[in-house]
């Protein structure tokens, strides 16, 4: 393939380039959006908002602790293990600001995986919530961690309502563990110790770390991936120039179900939206539908992040279609494919079609995104500017347009490796700066992508190609039928058979009724030979499903 740009495919109107000279670092593009907005909403959690002043102040405060009463230097590693609080972009920031490398962290590890990115990262210093402190405190002496910063879930709210939010949590509703982890520092008081007392920020290059994110670990050991100051700036950059074709700047409310830890909703609500002086709504609990649909009654919000699952869950409720949406402008999609059942059904409760990117932990992560007003559904999108992409057969030739092959990604955005693997890097990145994504994808002429599915993920019947996603689709899109997950088994004839887990609305509905839909819309080979019907499907806690999950299961069963 000769042409591997496809920006002359984009609107007009839309850069084709971005501009890396604006901003030497992340903490600088901070401070210019701080200066422009001070008095904006910045975010708002659980009825409590920080401006854009408080999130200055709070994150200087923190910076200011870091180097003044902690032996922390600029380069070292601070694990944030916290869910959607308010107290994560403060301290972020502020480890930023203190010259820090962010390692962020999903609070719902277990002890094990902690362990394993604590050590790998080289970690020296922990900021977790008080509900994960004690599995925390049961591996901290396996590792480097020297420092421990303690928050609870209502510390920057009100004294009264501070005190009734950490008691509900900790004597009510028992989420909270007692632990006992010697010279730990809460964060109220590591904000207090820090106020008023000055830091410095020192040099920051576009090439160095700001962010290791750690892989899913879904697919082997997690895997720190390199995100420099550079990588992050020109994400945002890219996708600046895309939302502000629905968006505009100080003025718009967005809603922020996904974890700002996942590197998706990090770019979206802490890069993004806040350089351009928007305002996000923290949700913690996304899985507590009613309480979420609770937040949202409240709230009139001019853009929704969420992913196909999420969609769905809200599609289905009720009092969510009776909720004002006159005000949406931009609903964004990514973390997993976005079927075409939910896309109807997010257009019709809410009369706003759903953008669909496509991105990796890898790529910052955005790679593709679809226009709002030039959605077509179904793909991914267009790059992003100053993005090449190309597909690859298994040889590593490149493939004509039209034709399905490995996505490969070349841009500013790709990460600078991963930490401490150079062989791991080689691998992915090749010597040109390639990344292969792992995803099979098609090119269309008009530049519009679409992923077939994940490599590893295809099901071979026959010697036929079967993508899970092309069967999920078609059975998620029955009218009794919530979720679908589509898997291969072994099977002594065609080598391997397609099964179907389906979480069903219709407690009636029957394999049989799934087997006949499917036949209706399916070739032979892509029927599920099995299907199983579940309460819920294993998911990451950003709510994409477990594939790898549900075929390990099945290999037990046979196994045994």
């Known amino acids: ?13 839309l850069a084709k380039t971005i501009d890396m000279t604006q901003y030497q670092s992340v903490v ?62 403060i301290v972020v920031f502020g480890a930023m600001r203190a010259g820090m490398t962010v390692v962020n962290t999903n609070p719902l590890y277990t002890e094990r995986e902690m362990e394993h990115q604590f050590n790998d990262s080289g970690a020296k210093a922990l900021v977790v919530l008080a509900n994960m402190a004690a599995k925390a405190e049961r591996i901290l002496a396996k590792t480097g961690i020297e420092t421990v910063i303690v928050t609870e879930v209502g510390d920057m709210h009100s004294t009264v309502k501070r005190v009734l939010i950490n008691n509900v949590l900790k004597y009510v509703k028992k989420e909270v563990e007692s632990f006992n982890i010697p010279g730990f520092v809460s964060l109220r008081k590591a904000l207090s110790l820090g106020q008023g007392k000055s830091f410095t920020t020192p040099e920051i290059k576009l090439d160095d770390v700001a962010v290791l994110q750690y892989t899913g670990g879904t697919t082997g050991v997690a895997k720190g991936a390199m995100l420099t100051h550079g990588n992050l700036i020109a994400n945002m950059l890219q996708c600046d120039g895309l939302f502000a074709m629905a968006l505009n700047k100080g003025k718009e409310t967005a809603i922020a179900p996904l974890p700002l830890y996942h590197i998706y909703a990090f770019t979206v609500h802490c890069m993004v939206l806040l350089q351009t002086g928007n305002h996000s709504v923290l949700i913690p609990n996304p899985r507590d539908i009613p309480g979420f649909i609770k937040i949202l009654q ?80 179904g793909t991914i999108g267009l790059p992003v500017a100053s993005t090449a992409c190309k597909t690859i057969d298994d040889n590593g030739n490149d493939l004509p347009m039209g034709e399905s092959g490995e996505l490969c990604v070349k841009g500013p955005q790709v990460m600078k490796g991963y930490w401490q693997r150079p062989e791991a890097t080689a691998e992915t990145i090749s010597a040109d700066g390639w990344l292969k994504t792992g995803d099979i994808a098609v090119i269309s002429d008009d530049g519009y992508m679409k992923i077939v599915d994940r490599k590893k993920d295809m099901i071979i019947v026959s010697g036929f190609n079967v993508f899970p996603n092309e069967v999920e689709d078609e ?15 072994p099977d002594p004839k065609s080598s391997e058979v397609v099964k179907v887990f389906v979480v069903a609305s219709n407690k009636d509905l029957t394999e049989a009724d799934v087997k006949k839909w499917a036949r209706e819309r399916l070739t032979a080979y892509k029927i599920p030979k099995f299907v199983e019907f579940r309460d819920e499907l294993p998911k ?20 045994a």
Request: a negative charge; aromatic letters at 10%; glycine letters at 6%.
């Open 298 to 377: 409240n709230t009139k919000f001019s853009c929704f992040v969420g992913l196909n699952t999420l969609f769905v869950a809200l599609c289905n409720n009720d009092i969510f279609k009776g909720l004002d949406f006159s005000g949406l402008k931009l609903t964004i999609s990514g973390g997993m494919a976005l079927t075409k059942d939910a896309a109807d059904q997010w257009k019709k409760v809410t009369n706003c079609d759903i953008a669909e990117g496509f991105g990796m932990t890898e790529t910052s992560p955005v790679v593709s995104f679809n226009p709002p007003g030039y959605i077509k559904l």
């Open 28 to 89: 600088d593009v901070f401070d210019s959006f701080i200066a422009k907005y001070a008095a904006n909403p910045a975010f708002t959690c659980l009825g409590q908002t920080i401006t854009y002043s408080d999130l200055e102040a709070k994150s200087a405060a923190f910076a200011a602790y870091l180097q003044n009463e902690t032996s922390l230097k600029p380069g070292d590693r601070i694990a944030v293990q916290l869910p959607n609080v308010l107290q994560y972009p």
């Open 475 to 489: 059975i998620s899109a029955h009218p009794d039928v919530l979720e679908a997950a589509a898997i291969g088994i």
């Open 1 to 13: 393939m000769n042409e591997t740009f496809f920006q002359d495919k984009y609107p007009a109107g």
């Open 540 to 559: 990451t806690n950003v709510g994409k499903i477990l594939r790898r999950e549900l075929r390990d299961e099945e290999l037990a069963k046979i196994k």
